[in-house]
């Protein structure tokens, strides 16, 4: 499909057929198999007007994600920016949809405090580092990525959402197994990470792998456990000189690692950190099914920066053993990356606006 304006997610509805897909300053609109493009939610000529919605950077409408009992329940989650509290939040919002998919109704904030970066700072702007994808587990419950806000203390401190793996129930309840350590929030999964854009669950095991962007080294791609350490940590190294002591840009691998297993010797390992460079990775989706011969059960990852697509060949313990490059696709940004129903790999190119299908042969 073509047309989209500052695209950044997409899911599937059980039919296989009909996409939702997200704009970052607009809102949810759904393509319909007739290839009629009806806006569900977001702003003025939604169907569900949002007048609390807001964008700015990389913040906005985010992530969206079917119910795994959408047939029955109709729930759509959207990842959003909203005016609504002050200071300004992220939420996470669930939708019902009408029979014929054509309007949104019953709005329930199910997480309303994900921290949001409402002012500029010695390192950038306002809106930056929301992280905001969000997937359902084959596990049932919701993982939701955020980010750290340019804000030093934010991943390591237990008390507040974002740099952090959320996982919850369809209402935003904590989900069992979290695993948080004592006297966390109950919501979170793992922690100590800088900007997650991409989640994706390994087949056959179900274990969730994230992908991350670095600062000026080092993307990571990070199988979890929970309760786990990311390790990031920008904050207290007198050694860097560091902007508003946000000192996430201030160092190299060695000064300020993406996982810092000198102060977090548990620390979760990257399986992957894109030889060392950092190239604004965002999604990634394992490829399943024999359709995808010697890539089933790779990891895709897209590098938006870097504008391609890479494949991760990973071992028993999730490690990557090898990448190769997609050959013959447009450079682009890689925004959305989901497998489809069909099997098929689809992709949500940001800059020409379009969704892509990819057939493996
Ligand atoms: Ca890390």
């Given at each position: 499909?073509?047309?989209?304006?500052?695209?950044?997610?997409?899911?599937?509805?059980?039919?296989?057929?009909?996409?939702?897909?997200?704009?970052?300053?607009?809102?949810?609109?759904?393509?319909?198999?007739?290839?009629?493009?009806?806006?569900?939610?977001?702003?003025?000529?939604?169907?569900?007007?949002?007048?609390?919605?807001?964008?700015?950077?990389?913040?906005?409408?985010?992530?969206?994600?079917?119910?795994?009992?959408?047939?029955?329940?109709?729930?759509?989650?959207?990842?959003?920016?909203?005016?609504?509290?002050?200071?300004?939040?992220?939420?996470?919002?669930?939708?019902?949809?009408?029979?014929?998919?054509?309007?949104?109704?019953?709005?329930?904030?199910?997480?309303?405090?994900?921290?949001?970066?409402?002012?500029?700072?010695?390192v950038g702007?306002?809106?930056?580092?929301?992280?905001?994808?969000?997937?359902?587990?084959?596990?049932?419950?919701?993982?939701?990525?955020?980010?750290?806000?340019?804000?030093?203390?934010?991943?390591?401190?237990?008390?507040?959402?974002?740099?952090?793996?959320?996982?919850?129930?369809?209402?935003?309840?904590?989900?069992?197994?979290?695993?948080?350590?004592?006297?966390?929030?109950?919501?979170?999964?793992?922690?100590?990470?800088r900007?997650?854009?991409?989640?994706?669950?390994?087949?056959?095991?179900?274990?969730?792998?994230?992908?991350?962007h670095g600062p000026n080294h080092s993307d990571?791609?990070?199988?979890?456990?929970?309760?786990?350490?990311?390790?990031?940590?920008p904050?207290?190294?007198?050694?860097l000189?560091?902007?508003?002591?946000y000192c996430g840009y201030a160092g190299d691998p060695t000064t300020m690692p993406m996982?810092?297993?000198?102060?977090?010797?548990?620390?979760?390992?990257?399986?992957?950190n894109n030889?060392g460079v950092s190239q604004g990775?965002?999604?990634?989706?394992?490829?399943?099914?024999?359709?995808?011969?010697?890539?089933?059960?790779?990891?895709?990852?897209?590098?938006?920066g870097?504008?391609?697509?890479?494949?991760?060949?990973?071992?028993?313990?999730?490690?990557?053993?090898?990448?190769?490059?997609?050959?013959?696709?447009?450079?682009?940004?890689?925004?959305?990356?989901?497998?489809?129903?069909?099997?098929?790999?689809?992709?949500?190119?940001?800059?020409?606006?379009?969704?892509?299908?990819?057939?493996?042969?």
């Open positions: 499909m073509t047309g989209i304006s500052s695209g950044w997610d997409f899911a599937f509805a059980p039919d296989g057929q009909t996409i939702f897909f997200t704009e970052l300053c607009r809102g949810l609109s759904v393509r319909l198999t007739n290839g009629n493009v009806v806006r569900l939610f977001g702003t003025t000529g939604s169907s569900l007007v949002a007048a609390d919605l807001w964008c700015e950077n990389q913040s906005g409408v985010n992530g969206v994600a079917i119910d795994p009992d959408f047939t029955n329940n109709r729930f759509i989650y959207v990842y959003m920016a909203s005016n609504l509290s002050s200071p300004r939040t992220n939420r996470v919002i669930r939708l019902t949809l009408s029979a014929d998919l054509m309007s949104a109704s019953g709005r329930t904030d199910i997480i309303t405090n994900i921290q949001y970066k409402n002012v500029a700072n010695g702007g306002p809106g930056a580092h929301s992280g905001g994808r969000i997937r359902f587990g084959p596990d049932g419950f919701l993982y939701i990525t955020t980010g750290d806000n340019h804000n030093p203390p934010l991943p390591q401190d237990l008390s507040r959402l974002g740099g952090k793996v959320l996982r919850v129930d369809r209402n935003g309840s904590p989900a069992t197994g979290n695993n948080t350590p004592a006297g966390g929030d109950a919501r979170i999964f793992t922690y100590g990470h900007n997650v854009q991409g989640i994706s669950f390994r087949p056959g095991t179900g274990q969730p792998f994230i992908s991350e990571e791609v990070t199988p979890l456990v929970a309760g786990g350490n990311g390790g990031w940590d904050e207290n190294r007198p050694a000189t560091c902007p508003d002591n996982t810092d297993t000198t102060r977090f010797p548990n620390a979760m390992r990257a399986s992957w030889n990775t965002g999604p990634s989706t394992f490829l399943s099914g024999t359709q995808w011969k010697a890539w089933d059960g790779r990891l895709a990852v897209g590098i938006m870097g504008q391609r697509l890479a494949i991760l060949q990973l071992n028993a313990s999730g490690m990557a053993t090898s990448s190769v490059d997609v050959t013959g696709l447009p450079g682009e940004r890689y925004r959305s990356l989901v497998l489809g129903p069909d099997g098929n790999l689809y992709i949500l190119a940001q800059n020409v606006g379009e969704i892509w299908r990819i057939v493996p042969n």
